[in-house]
């Protein structure tokens, strides 16, 4: 996330998910937020979360969302 207020805690988010030659990355929303790249046997199925935390960083922005399973 680049800057604050674009997301607040409670947010339901859709979950879009790309695929990499070897791994997987998701994007929350309409780009508000991008995740890691993650590997096939850590692949989410889940199609939206919703946000549990926001943090600035000296980083950046992180966003902590939580998925049903």
Partial sequence: ??????LEVGDV????????????????GPSYAMSANYSTPERLFAKEGRVSDVK???KGFFVTVDFDV
């Fill in 13 to 28: 988010l859709e979950v879009t998910e790309y695929k990499l030659p070897n791994s997987y990355y998701y994007v929350l």
């Fill in 56 to 58: 600035e960083t000296p």
């Fill in 1 to 6: 996330m680049e800057r604050l207020g674009l």
